[in-house]
Nanobody
Framework: QVQLVESGGGLVQPGGSLRLSCAASGFAFSSYTMRWYRQAPGKERELVASIGAPSSTNYADSVKGRFTISRDNAKNTVYLQMNSLKPEDTAVYSC?????????WGQGTQVTVSS
């Protein structure tokens, strides 16, 4: 059974940090590209960051220099370290595993940046 379980979301003040985790099971994690998306209320879903199977990374311009994606293939987990958070980073963050035409989604975790 394929599972992607996100954790680490919550309420944080502007300028603060959070680290999201996405724990995977039921598929060959190390051979999949892993992506973090976010969706704010009333907005379209946005690709935030991705990391390839050889660990090449890409980021949305809005998070470059503030967010870092990484993966631990031994733990079947992908992380998103978020620093210098802004109110506009408030969204539900979801991870997605992709390989060719196969893909899996997690259920998402809420991140709220507010004072």
């Amino acid at each position: 059974q394929v599972q992607l379980v996100e954790s680490g979301g919550g309420l944080v003040q502007p300028g603060g940090s959070l680290r999201l985790s996405c724990a995977a099971s039921g598929f060959a994690f190390s051979s999949y590209t892993m992506r973090w998306y976010r969706q704010a209320p009333g907005k379209e879903r946005e690709l935030v960051a991705s990391i390839g199977a050889p660990s090449s990374t890409n980021y949305a311009d809005s998070v470059k220099g503030r967010f870092t994606i990484s993966r631990d293939n031994a733990k079947n987990t992908v992380y998103l370290q978020m620093n210098s958070l802004k109110p506009e980073d408030t969204a539900v963050y979801s991870c997605k595993a992709v390989r060719s035409t196969a893909y899996y989604w997690g259920q998402g975790t809420q991140v709220t940046v507010s004072s």
